[in-house]
């Protein structure tokens, strides 16, 4: 059974930082794309960032360029998302995401999901 499992949310004020984990069980991790996407209250899933396989592609939506990174430890099957100079509009549920394969930034592509972690930036 596929399992990820984030890790790390919390309460930060804005300009501060977070690192999210995700950890992976029960899938070949290293054949796999993972992704994060995050949803606001009342707002849709969005695209946040994904990491291709051996971590040789990454792609970032454009709201978070140059303040998070995606990485990933085929060996201990994590994927980590460190986000840096945090915006209240960065609040929202955080999940990990697996599709086979390829990178994809749409939300119906990826077949496991976690359950999600809050994150909130205070103004």
């Known amino acids: 059974q596929v399992q990820l499992v984030e890790s790390g949310g919390g309460l930060v004020q804005a300009g501060g930082s977070l690192r999210l984990s995700c950890a992976a069980s029960?899938?070949?991790?290293?054949?796999?794309?993972m992704a994060w996407f995050r949803q606001a209250p009342g707002k849709e899933r969005e695209f946040v960032v994904s990491?291709?396989?051996?971590?040789?592609?990454?792609a970032y939506t454009d709201s978070v360029k140059g303040r998070f990174t995606i990485s990933r430890d085929n060996a201990k099957n994590t994927v980590d998302l460190q986000m840096n100079s945090l915006k209240p509009e960065d609040t929202a549920v955080y999940y990990c995401?697996?599709?086979?394969?390829?990178?994809?930034?749409?939300?119906?592509?990826?077949?496991?999901w976690g359950q999600g972690t809050q994150v909130t930036v205070s103004s």
């Open positions: 995401a697996a599709r086979s394969w390829r990178l994809s930034n749409t939300p119906g592509n990826y077949r496991h």
């Open positions: 029960g899938l070949p991790f290293s054949s796999y794309a």
């Open positions: 990491i291709s396989r051996s971590a040789d592609s990454t």
